[in-house]
């Protein structure tokens, strides 16, 4: 055969083969693109619903109380909701046809959590997404004649119910470690008055601010930008921190006395014993140390590799994950009302993830089910509200040495950070507060002039110091103590 | 990085952070009460941030920080070759494998 001909079958055979392959790897990289694409627009969706759950609580002085926390929820879940179809362009009535995809949004906070999911509702028939009632980071603990149920939050506090020795019990506090210390503080921070910035020492006290006013010697407190004077007498020294160490100490000592025994092998959570948990879902194993009794050496309190922390956040992981086994089997079974044909399945989260829900305020949402070329969407994304005010641990506190003049703030840490004269407040305080002046003023100021340390604010690559002085270590504990007792007593 | 060396290629990344310095807008916010100031951001490259990466093992990032990664192959494939031989009678530049993309920060890391 001549070489021509031989040329003509083999361009007749290889170039359909070549399209088809090209058209293929076409579609390939499309269905990777639009991957990409959505992951994109989830993580900005989710960190929007953050940002508006950060927004709304730090200018809502009753954010803690459930009502309230439930509205800047759901605020929050509907600026996610906007955020995503505004992204996938499909806004307006568009979120009708992205929810089904949706089919859990899961709102970690202090003391428990949220699952946002679609729900049948019995007044419309109809199966719509709904918050479910919200849900404690509470596990049983069951020895001889104490059963008891202990409510976990995300730093040291904890909530006891039920019987001990045959008692019947209903305690919280804080656990405090053997060598925390506390004293009184001289606390300052700035107001706008009448358009200027003045600083002045306060004291919080009846779950408000106490301002001091030297001219006058009187204590008022701020109201929309005024001074109104309150006709108290107190003392210019905060005491929080030492209210704090003094409560917490009398709380842990009684769990020390009544709780030794208690450890991880006590544990039921959802009718399934330590073993059937630890068979499931991986949890730390190993130790027989009591959870709650402080031990210098591998159960202090504030260490996240703590006993009782790293139980704590298997806690947490393990509820986290019965319900949300529980939601996604039910929208599974009822999903075909939505017009969506897809077996929901929970993803098998990493590590770090968990790390992450499990110690911050998080927003998680799931996304499957939507068709990308060849593949089906199935994708999770979580992001953290790691500046809030619900909480206070060592990373949300910044220290100013009061000696130095026009002075940074630093983390603790930071070899920048010198002085015998150190006081600590949140990192939210030294950002701009707002005030509302009227309906159509408002004004922005800060309560801290001091602007953030290169070293170890602005750029967080720097060599932490391994040892704190004492004067580190006494500041440190006191504006924890302060904070925390700012919130719950 | 390893999916990436995982395709037998070799592959050139340059990876730019954008650091956000929000003492300007805290300067100007605290001069007057009725402004909200514009952050800054500061750029650190490749190899500034190599050496916190070979010192440190890691490197940190803070909320509001954006880190844009660019990866170009540096290998010819035979499929570029040919490419670049019709790119080359129609008069236009070289094709080359690239891939880029950005992102925000949004989360404190430790």
Request: neutral net charge; aromatic residues 6%.
């Given at each position: 055969m001549k070489l021509q001909n031989l040329t003509i079958i083999f361009i007749i055979i290889i170039m359909p083969i070549i399209l088809v392959l090209s058209a293929y790897n076409n579609m390939q990289i499309d269905t990777i693109k639009l991957q990409a694409y959505y992951d994109a627009k989830l993580t900005e969706a989710v960190y929007d619903a953050v940002k508006a759950y950060n927004i709304n609580t730090r200018n809502n002085a009753f954010s803690i109380h459930e009502a309230s926390s439930k509205r800047d929820i759901e605020a929050s879940n509907q600026a996610f909701i906007t955020s995503l179809t505004t992204a996938l362009g499909i806004g307006g009535y568009g979120e009708n046809y992205v929810k089904p995809y949706i089919p859990a949004l899961i709102y970690t906070l202090y003391d428990g959590f949220y699952i946002y999911s679609p729900t049948y509702n019995e007044k419309t028939s109809e199966y719509d997404h709904m918050l479910k009632p919200y849900i404690t980071y509470s596990a049983r603990y069951k020895k001889g004649t104490t059963d008891i149920v202990v409510s976990y939050t995300l730093d040291n506090y904890i909530t006891i119910i039920g019987t001990v020795g045959g008692e019947y019990v209903n305690r919280s506090g804080y656990l405090i470690e053997d060598e925390t210390l506390t004293t009184e503080e001289s606390l300052k921070e700035n107001l706008l008055i009448d358009g200027r910035l003045e600083e002045y020492n306060y004291v919080y006290t009846g779950g408000e601010k106490r301002y001091y006013e030297p001219i006058l010697d009187k204590w008022f407190v701020y109201r929309k930008g005024q001074k109104v004077y309150t006709g108290e007498d107190l003392d210019l020294l905060d005491t929080n921190a030492n209210q704090y160490e003094s409560s917490a100490r009398e709380f842990t000592n009684w769990v020390k006395e009544?709780?030794?025994?208690?450890?991880?092998?006590d544990i039921i959570i959802a009718g399934k014993d330590y073993t059937e948990i630890a068979n499931k879902y991986g949890i730390h194993t190993g130790s027989t140390k009591p959870i709650f009794i402080f031990d210098a050496q591998d159960n202090r309190f504030e260490d996240e590799y703590s006993i009782f922390s790293m139980h704590k956040r298997d806690v947490i992981k393990v509820i986290i994950q019965e319900e949300l086994r529980t939601s996604i089997a039910n929208y599974n079974r009822h999903s075909t009302a939505l017009n969506i044909d897809y077996n929901f399945k929970v993803p098998i989260l990493t590590d770090e993830e968990w790390e992450r829900i499990a110690t911050n305020i998080s927003v998680t949402a799931f996304m499957q089910g939507l068709p990308t070329g060849f593949k089906i969407y199935n994708n999770y994304v979580t992001v953290a509200n790691t500046e809030n005010t619900d909480y206070s641990t060592k990373d949300n506190l910044c220290f100013i040495n009061?000696?130095?003049?026009n002075a940074q703030y630093h983390m603790i840490d930071c070899p920048r950070l010198t002085g015998t004269n150190i006081v600590g407040y949140r990192k939210v305080d030294f950002e701009a507060s707002s005030l509302e002046i009227s309906n159509e003023e408002m004004l922005y100021y800060y309560k801290h002039t001091n602007l953030p340390c290169y070293?170890?604010?602005?750029?967080?690559n720097y060599d932490k110091e391994t040892n704190l002085t004492d004067t580190k270590i006494q500041a440190l504990n006191n504006a924890l103590a302060r904070e925390r007792n700012m919130l719950h007593y | 990085m390893q999916t990436l060396n995982a395709t037998g290629n070799t592959f050139d990344v340059e990876v730019e952070l954008k650091i956000l310095d929000e003492n300007l807008s805290s300067k100007v916010g605290q001069a007057s009460s009725s402004k909200i100031g514009e952050n800054v951001y500061y750029s650190v490259y490749t190899s500034q941030m190599e050496d916190i990466l070979n010192s440190k093992g890691k490197y940190i990032l803070k909320e509001g920080d954006i880190i844009s990664v660019t990866a170009k192959n540096t290998n010819t494939t035979i499929s570029q070759m040919l490419k670049n031989f019709f790119y080359a009678v129609t008069g236009n530049t070289s094709y080359q494998i690239a891939g880029q993309d950005s992102a925000m920060i949004t989360a404190n890391g430790k």
């Open positions: 009544k709780l030794y025994s208690i450890t991880i092998q009061l000696d130095e003049g070293n170890c604010i602005v750029n967080r | -």
